[in-house]
C-alpha cells in the first residue's frame, strides 16, 4: 500500500460523521462515537432552541442528556482520533502540527527520530547528523514519508505533558492515580504510589477488554439469531396475511359469480312469468273482441231492416234476427283475467346485528347458583330468570349468554340447558386451578355482580413417605441425579448416580428391581409405553432404552447429547435434552436421529438444567439465573417465570420441574427448601415447605397421572411420595 492510499484510509478514519471532515478536537460520547467539539456544541444548541433536553448520537441514536454547560468540552478525547489528526497534518502544507521538540525556535519540524522519538526542524536534523552518539539513528523526513514511517508514527510513544518532562515517554502507570506517567512523575508527583510498568498494566486491562468484546459478540449472535427468527416469523405473518386476504378475496369472488348466477336464474323465471301473463290477457282479450264485432254485426243488421222498414223483410228476418240476439246476449261470458300478487323478498343469510325483544324478564332481578367446581369434572352453573317483582318467570324469547374465562384468560367451552321454567343450567370443566371468571348476561345486560369470581377446587399435597437411608445396598442411595414416575403402571424410577444404578419402586414404594450400569445415569424418564430412557454419564454420554421390567432394549443414536445434562420425553414421544456445554435446550424426534429445535436464553450465559413441555411451550429451570424461562414451541423465547428473592413467586436454584394434571407448574426451589406452584402464565399460586422439606432441599420432581407427586433431594433423603386431595373454596366474590 502506497503512502497517499493510506492517507486517503487515515483520512477517512478520522472523518466527522456530522460535519464530513477530519475531525477536530474530538470528543468521544458514552456511546463511544467521536465528533468535533464544535459540531457536538451545534447540535446541542439546535436542541436547546427546539425546547429539547437531550441529543441523539447521530451514528447509533442514543440519548444523553444536554449538559447545563454550554459546551461538551469536559467530555473524553479520542487518542487514537488525535494521534490521526497529528499524523495527517504532516500530509497537509498548509497545516503546520508538529513543531521542532529539540530546539526552543518553535521551527516547523521537517524530520522524526525514531529513536529519539522526537520531531526536528532543519537545523537541528543536521546537528543531530552530525554527532556521533546519533549520526546512526533511523531519521525520515516528513516530506518523504512511506506508509510503514506513518503506521510507525501513529504507534509512536507518548510523551509527558507535564512542563519540563516533555522529552519523557509516559512508561509508567499509576494504579492510585489511574493515569500514564513518565519517570520524572513517579520520582517528583507520584512518590510512594503504587507505580507499573505501562505494558504490564495495558496486558491485564487487554485481557479484561478481550473478555468483554467477547461477550459482546456472543450477545451480538445471539441478537443477529433473533433477528433472523424474527425475520421469519415476519415474512411468515406477511404470508400468512396475503393468504388470508387471497382466500376472503376468492371467497367473495366465488359470492358475487354465485349471486350473478342467482340473478341470471330469478331473471329467466322473471322472463317466464311476464310471458305467461301476457299470454292469459290477450286469450282474453281476443275472446272479448271477438263477442263485441258479433254483437254489432248484429246490431248492423237489425237497425238496417228497422231503418227500411219495409213490412215483407221485417217478417221474414225478425225471427232470425230475434234469435241470434238472444243467442248473444245469452252466450256465457269468459271470466276476467285477475293479476296474481307478485312479491319478492329476500332471507338475509348473515348474522342479525340487533333485535327488539319484548318480555317481562327483568335482567337485573336473575339470580345464578354456583356449585362447587373441581379440576376436570363437570360444573354447573344455574341461572334463575325473574321479573320485575323477583319472581320467577320464563319468557320463551329470553336470551342467556354465560362466558367463563380462566385465570389464563381462555375461554371454557360451555353448553346451555333450557330447563322451560326460568331455570337454564350452563356445564362447563374446569382445567386447571385458581379463580374462574364468569360473565352471565341476560337480554344483553349483566347480572348484578356479574363477572362473578369462582373458585376452582385446589389440590394440595400431603405428605406420605419416604426414605432416608443412604448406601449401597438395595433401597439405599447414593446421591440422586433425577427421579421419574410412570404413567402406565405409577413406577417411580430413581437415578442413584453413587451407585452407577437406577432402582425402580412401586407408588407405595416397595422395590422393584434396579438396572445396573457402567457408568453414572444424570437423568431418566419413562416413555408412554411404559419403557425407561437412561441418559448414561460418560466419556461419550448415550441413551439406554429399558424395558419396565429393567431389560436392556436397545441403544438410541448418541450423536446430538454428548455434554446433555437432563432429559425428558413430550407427550408426542419427542426427546428433550439440555446441553450444558453449548448452553442451549435440543428437541429431538423420538428415534434421537434429527434434532428438530434448538433453543437459547437470550442475555443468559448460564447453561439450562431441567425442561418440561406443556401446551406447546417449554419451561426450562436456569438455576444460576434464578428463574424459569418460557419458549414457544419453535423456541422462541417468550418471558421468565421468578426472579431472585425470598418472596412468593420468587426464586433462589430451582432445578426439577413438573406440571400436574391442574395445570400448576410446580417448581424444586432449592435455595429456600420449598417447592413453588404456579400457573402456566407465571402466576405464583401458593408453596409447600415444612416436614420432609425443613432436613433436606427438593432437588426433582415428578407426576402421573393418578395425581401423586414423587420429589427427591440429592443427598440423605432418597425420595418422598405426596397424594394430592381436593379442597373447595365455596366463598364467592
Known sequence: MDVQQLFRMLKKEAECPLCLETVKNPKTLPCLHSFCLECLDELANFARRQLQTTIKCPVCQTSFPILDSNTFANLPSSFHLNRLVDVLALEDSSVQAQKCNTCDDNKPATSYCFVCQTFMCTSCFQSHQRFKATRGHRNVLIDKLQAQDVQELIERPVMCSQQFHEDQPLEFYCEDCKVLICLKCSIVIHNRHRVTDTRKAALEQKMKLTEAVAKLKAQILLYENEIKKQTELKDKNVTDIMNAEKKMTDSVEEWIRDLREHEKKMKEKFREIYEAEQKQHETRLENLELITTQLKSCVERGQGVLERNISAEILETNHTILQRGDELRNARKSDRYKLPYLNYFVKKKFAILDQILITKTDSSMCLAVFDDSEIGRESNVVVVTSDSEGLQCYQLDDQIEVDILTTEGDHLKTELKDSNDGKYTVTYTPQCVGRHSVVIEVNGQPLTGSPFLVQSGQRDYQFSFYFETTGQKIKEISFISDIAMSDRTGTIAVADAGNKRIQLFSSEGKFLTQVKLDNEPSSVAFTDCGDLLTLVSQKNDKLCLFSAEGQLLKHINDKHVKKAEHLSIASDGRLII??????????????????????????????????????????????????????????????????????????????????????????????????QFFTLSGKFLRELKGEYLNYNSPWYAAVNNNGNLTIAGNLEIAFLSIHERCRFDKKRD
Not at 448460564?606 to 418460557?630: E, G
Not at 418472596?647 to 432445578?655: A, H, I, S
Open 578 to 675: 439440555t446441553d450444558e456445554t453449548n448452553k442451549e435446550v435440543k428437541v429431538l424426534s423420538p428415534d434421537g436421529n434429527d434434532q428438530l429445535v434448538s433453543m437459547t436464553a437470550p442475555n443468559c450465559d448460564k447453561h439450562p438444567k431441567c425442561t418440561v413441555f406443556h401446551q406447546n411451550k417449554f419451561y426450562v429451570s436456569y438455576p444460576w439465573d434464578h428463574c424459569i424461562k418460557v419458549f414457544d414451541k419453535t423456541g422462541v423465547y417468550l418471558h421468565d417465570i421468578g426472579s431472585k428473592g425470598s418472596n412468593d413467586g420468587q426464586l433462589n436454584y430451582p432445578v426439577g420441574l413438573v406440571i400436574d394434571k391442574c395445570n400448576q407448574l410446580i417448581v424444586c426451589d432449592v435455595g429456600y427448601r420449598r417447592l
